[in-house]
């Protein structure tokens, strides 16, 4: 079955770009709507968005603005990066496979979770 | 955004109980709704979607139900696996949007 692995570092400085990588095994990005997902203990679960087809995003309205997401086909990766984070941006980060048809809409495998913190 | 409002918060139960959680959407969802079980330091897990498809190897002790913006899942005979998080999501429009989460413990 399909298997999620988050990488990247655990500590980012406040103002800097926060980047993460999802390297999916057992099965091929193409075609599937991957997004990411955080969650911290003040905001709970947030959908952060989606990537799609190497191309088609789909952004959390609260972080267009600082939300860049990216397909690499050849490596079977996502990525994401999150600009100028603050403390507020810290939380688990997961990501996740949505699946998305006829009937059904819902995140079916996820990752393990990348702790990130922003501090000094 | 539609938000999400689970009930309670937590609960606490035996096991064999019998336990339902509650989550209201702000606007109808259209039974566009998934139940996720989240047990501490691992990620979720989809237990049901479109408001009652059971999703493949979740016990059927799970079960969900409701319709416009008022849902539930209900546990028939609480499980000790079954001490948990539970989380609803919306997928009727983007953003997509979690509850709060409920957390069942032990009595």
């Known amino acids: 079955q399909v298997q999620l692995q988050e990488s990247g570092p655990g500590l980012v400085k406040p103002s800097e770009t926060l980047s993460l990588t999802c390297t999916v095994s057992d099965g091929s990005i193409n075609n599937q709507y991957w997004s990411w997902i955080r969650q911290s203990p003040g905001k709970g679960l947030e959908w952060i968005g989606y990537v799609y087809d190497s191309g088609t995003t789909n952004y959390n309205p609260s972080l267009k603005s600082r939300v860049t997401m990216s397909e690499d086909t050849s490596k079977n990766q996502f990525s994401l990066k999150l600009s100028s984070v603050t403390a507020a941006d810290t939380a688990v980060y997961y990501c996740a496979r949505y699946r998305r048809g006829t009937g059904w809409y819902y995140f079916d495998y996820w990752g393990q979770g990348s702790p990130v913190t922003v501090s000094t | 955004d539609i938000q999400m409002t689970q009930s309670p918060s937590s609960v606490s139960a035996s096991v064999g109980d019998r336990v339902t959680i509650t989550c209201r959407a702000s606007q109808d969802i259209s039974g566009w709704l998934a139940w996720y079980q989240q047990k501490p330091g691992k990620a979720p897990k989809v237990l049901i979607y479109?408001?009652?498809s059971l999703q493949s190897g979740v016990p059927s002790r799970f079960s969900g139900s409701g319709s416009g913006t008022d849902f539930t899942l209900t546990i028939s005979s609480l499980q000790p696996e079954d001490f948990a998080t539970y989380y609803c999501?919306?997928?009727?429009?983007?953003?997509?949007?979690f509850g709060g989460g409920t957390k069942v413990e032990i009595k």
């Open positions: 479109a408001t009652s």
């Open positions: 999501q919306q997928a009727q429009s983007f953003p997509l949007t």
